[in-house]
């Protein structure tokens, strides 16, 4: 390996943190095919590691603490899990999944990656009891936090975060494909997400869906984003958010009698058609105030109506505020 070569290319890394192959080659003036051969050697010699699947691959220096940690025994189970289940944004905006997140995150918080593998594997494992066909059943939440529930059934596709490690990478995911406005992060999440509302819909026999309208005016909204990358067959059920003097979001309110007013009174189903079998989708459920109202509406039309629930991510506890969604 040209030494110089091999220098150069670790001190890119160093200043930046990560750096696609593209990134590399475009730096060092190589072709992708003799980068490949430098980065083959560094990643043989472990001064470096790579994280993502293909067609998004980032190559990163390891630091003292992750060199140290890569003598551990950690078991093949636990680094599988962490890299299906594990992801972290960086301060500057990175995206990090996987083994090499989870050691850049315990770096970062001063924790040691063996021991606080096992702990997170534990921590998830108590929280996938709540699962059971992929989905999380909210309903004890909602007949915990309401006197009245609407809501025939409620699903959460994930919680919103842990214990200790705090966002599930769904929640994540969620978080900053509404923040950021990125179309292609909303359209990774939406087809993640995809066949668990085609099971719900095939279950229940839905014959109309309803999106949950945004407070917050964005370029970009989340939930038509949702709705256009689902192409549904199926009608979309008509709601609308009431226009008032002045905004109030669900996530600025901490008081549950407030978020159920705000709910009522903002919230309408302009639907006349009545259907048997309806699914409402949310992004996240907090108090699940504005699921329950729209389903209270909805059962004024037609006690007989069906009204199923689903969060995208929701929280563990009972009455709850999620203010960053």
Known sequence: MNRNTAFNLTEYLKAHQQATGKELSDFLGISRQALFKHLTKLLATEQIFKIGKPPKVFYLLKTEGEKKSQDLVIDNSIRNTIDDRFMVITPSGKRLEGWGAFQYWCDRTHQKVGKTAIEYINTIE????????????????????????YLDKLYYLDFYSIERFGKTKLGQLLLYAKQSQNKILIKELVLNIKPQIEKLVHKYKIECIGFIPPTVKREVQFMKELERHLNS????????????????????????????????RTIIVEEKRIYDNIL??????????TLNETAAQLKRQSEKSII???????????FDVISEV
Do not use: C, H, W
């Open 126 to 149: 108590k929280y996938d009891m709540y699962k059971k066909n992929g989905l999380i059943d909210g309903m004890t939440k909602m007949r915990l936090t309401f006197s009245k529930v």
């Open 233 to 264: 067959v199926l009608p979309s059920l008509s709601i609308v958010k009431i226009k008032t003097e002045i905004t109030v979001p669900q996530k600025t309110l901490s008081k549950l009698d407030d978020r159920v007013e705000n709910a009522r």
């Open 280 to 289: 409402l989708i949310d992004d996240a459920v907090g108090s699940g105030s």
């Open 308 to 318: 199923i629930g689903l969060a995208i991510t929701g929280s563990f506890k009972g």
